[in-house]
């Protein structure tokens, strides 16, 4: 453990994280190991329709507002090779095919392209790239679902929604600062998502979730599995990160852990998986260590 003075900086807070590009981005809390560092520094329900949830993702006019976000994102392609600009002509001839395959429930996802990120510390972040033809689909999905769950997220995240930022993350935990929490436990989320047990994530989205083939859908981008050096590989276990609908996810299995720490009455700051724990002592701080552990 160790002990320093300094003040939240921003790269606490904020880890590059557009989706899809080759720089892209990304069992419950309970026993999960979580790296921490302890440092000094000066539900409601949303009410959703029993079905028809499906039929919201692949409308039209929300299929075409997620091929106009995927094509401005641009990015790399996926394991078929197909380029953000071979999407369009590609979805008029093969798009009401697509709608239909989805809502009969016969699409199946392709495997995500493995890419390697470098990360500050000199280590390597994984990443999976989907098709473009796939991560138009993840994001009508994630447009779809982030009004429903906007509702239920904690006001202490900041990563990955709307009209949220690190700015505002910076605000708040200088706030927190100021307010007499002069202590921080730093705690690293990123292994989090490698070893989240995707039964507990379907069974969390399935609490708000009542149309099942919207759950069977996302539970085909979870075990889409990953093409690593040209061989398949099984995805089992952790929310992937890297596509459209990563954020989202994430910040649904998080908001778990979100409401862990506010029932404990802790005052935090997260950014997707960046997170800061304030406390008043360092023997507070200590003990929240102790815990998270």
């Given amino acids: 453990m160790k002990v320093t003075k300094s003040g939240v900086k921003g790269s ?6 557009s989706t899809q590009k080759d720089s892209t981005e990304y069992e419950g809390y309970a026993g999960v190991h979580i790296p921490a560092r302890i440092t000094e520094t000066d539900n409601t329900n949303a009410d959703l329709p029993k079905e028809g949830l499906l039929e919201r993702i692949v409308r039209r006019d929300n299929l075409n507002e997620a091929f106009k976000r995927v094509k401005a994102n641009k990015g790399s392609h996926g394991i078929d090779g197909m380029e953000v600009d071979e999407l369009l002509p590609y979805l008029k001839e093969n798009g009401e095919a697509l709608r239909q395959s989805i809502l009969d429930g016969k699409y199946r996802p392709k495997s995500v392209r493995r890419v390697e990120i470098p990360k500050e510390n000199g280590k390597k972040r994984n990443l999976g790239i989907p098709t473009v033809v796939d991560r138009v689909i993840q994001q009508a999905i994630a447009q779809t679902l982030t009004p429903i769950y906007e ?6 995240s900041f990563g990955f929604r709307p009209k949220r ?9 200088q706030r927190n600062i100021q307010e007499g929490y002069k202590y921080v436990v730093d705690m690293d989320l990123e292994k989090y998502f490698d070893t989240v047990n995707q039964s507990k994530l379907i069974e969390v989205l399935s609490r708000t979730i009542k149309d099942g083939r919207v759950i069977s859908l996302i539970h085909k981008y979870l075990k889409a599995g990953v093409i690593v050096n040209h061989k398949f590989e099984e995805t089992e276990v952790g929310v992937p990160q890297g596509g459209n609908l990563s954020p989202i996810l994430s910040n649904i299995m998080l908001n778990e852990l979100d409401k862990e720490l506010e029932s404990r009455g802790h005052r935090f700051v997260r950014y997707a998986d960046d ?10 701080a200590e003990r929240t260590l102790t815990n998270s552990g």
């Fill in 151 to 156: 509702k239920q997220f904690s006001e202490n």
């Fill in 275 to 284: 997170l800061l724990i304030f406390c008043k002592s360092r023997k507070s």
């Fill in 12 to 17: 606490q807070l904020h880890r590059e994280g």
């Fill in 165 to 173: 930022s690190a700015h505002h993350a910076i605000r708040r935990s």
